[in-house]
């Protein structure tokens, strides 16, 4: 497993954008799949984004897909999450997560996650 660390996170405006960064201990994390979820108050863990391990294949929401973009950065052991056009419905705790090979939609794949960091759209 790898530990996972969050930030970014903050309050934004309707329309603003924000990055999401997610760094990693560890000496295997290119061989790592990584995950974006998110988790509003009262309501399931929801999947956001993921990266497969060499970075070349993404997976997204439908309700993110155009406004947000997954990276990483394995030289830094750091995943992104860029946000752009936010919306109210955004608001949530973002978590990371990781499992090796794999970067799909399931959470309970995931056998690695970070705290969460919140973010909160204002209208």
């Known amino acids: 497993q790898v530990q996972l660390v969050e930030s970014g996170g903050g309050l934004v405006q309707a329309g603003g954008s924000l990055r999401l960064s997610c760094a990693a201990s560890?000496?295997?994390?290119?061989?790592?799949?990584l995950g974006w979820f998110r988790q509003a108050p009262g309501k399931e863990r929801e999947f956001v984004a993921a990266?497969?391990?060499?970075?070349?294949?993404?997976n997204y929401a439908n309700s993110v897909k155009g406004r947000f973009t997954i990276s990483r950065d394995n030289a830094k052991n750091t995943v992104y999450l860029q946000m752009n056009s936010l919306k109210p419905e955004d608001t949530a705790v973002y978590l990371c997560?990781?499992?090796?090979?794999?970067?799909?939609?399931?959470?309970?794949?995931?056998?690695?996650w970070g705290q969460g960091t919140q973010v909160t759209v204002s209208s």
């Open positions: 560890g000496r295997t994390f290119s061989a790592y799949g």
């Open positions: 990266i497969s391990w060499g970075g070349s294949n993404t």
């Open positions: 997560a990781a499992k090796p090979h794999y970067y799909g939609t399931d959470p309970t794949k995931y056998d690695s």
